[in-house]
């Protein structure tokens, strides 16, 4: 298998997406934020984000195959069980969420709602997907394929999720669109405070809004 040991060896046109995907994100963090990025993989972008905005900040990941390959990060890992001993001004989620289904994304979005300090804000990055295009596409694929596509897709899904987290390509990920994403956001407690677009992906822009604790 194919493994870089630097990020330098990493394809460029990759590198280069994840660095303007980066300067991108820059411009929405805030000078002397105490920031975390959950869901950190291997890390690059995060460390082009380091030098944009010039300070190191707090990252995160579940994956026991990523903990151990993040070549050349300088960041201050913390463990996602020491996540509820902190609170954290904002929190970047690039490029994780396709790989939760509607309950763990909920579950996910409850869980860094908690780690927010009051008024600190969250952003998600993601890929939209119309949900007129989705609708469209499995309409085709179901008329063409009609013995049962869903299933089968949602078995490779499920293969590909057993052998590693790693291997669930953004491909085979679950993909919203737009108001998708801000309703689930909005019923977790968050206010939409802005919306936008990269020549990449999506982002959305989110304020913790104070939950009534009846
Ligand atoms: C595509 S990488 C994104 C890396 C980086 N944030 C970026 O934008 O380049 C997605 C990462 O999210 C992590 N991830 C997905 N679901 C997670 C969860 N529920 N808890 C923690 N990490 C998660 C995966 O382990 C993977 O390393």
């Known amino acids: 298998m194919q493994t870089y ?9 990759w590198r280069d997406q994840k660095r303007s995907d980066a300067e991108f994100i820059s411009r929405f963090i805030s000078k002397d934020a105490n ?18 905005i010039g300070q190191t900040f707090h990252v995160t990941d579940f994956s026991p195959y990523i903990l151990n390959y993040r070549p050349d ?12 001993n902190t609170r954290f001004s904002q929190i970047l ?35 939209e997907t119309s949900s007129s295009f989705r609708a469209w596409t499995f309409h085709i694929l179901t008329r063409f394929f009609p013995k049962n596509f ?11 999720s057993k052998r590693s987290q790693v291997t669930k390509s953004q491909g085979w990920g679950y993909h919203r669109s737009n108001s998708e ?22 982002y959305l822009f989110l304020k913790k809004l104070p939950r009534n604790e009846s």
Do not use: W
């Open 5 to 13: 040991p630097n990020y330098s060896d990493f394809p460029s046109d």
């Open 35 to 52: 920031l975390l990025s959950f869901g950190c993989g291997i890390g690059y972008l995060e460390s082009c984000l380091m030098e944009s």
């Open 73 to 84: 990060l300088k960041s201050k890992f913390i463990a996602i069980d020491d996540l509820s």
């Open 93 to 127: 989620l690039n490029q994780v969420t396709y790989s939760l289904n509607e309950c763990d994304l909920r579950e996910l979005l409850n869980q860094l709602h908690n780690c927010l300090e009051i008024r600190g804000t969250l952003i998600i990055g993601f890929t």
């Open 150 to 160: 869903s299933a089968y897709l949602e078995s490779i899904r499920n293969n590909l």
């Open 181 to 202: 994403m801000i309703d689930i956001s909005v019923a977790m407690g968050f206010e939409v405070m802005n919306f936008s677009r990269s020549s990449s992906q999506s």
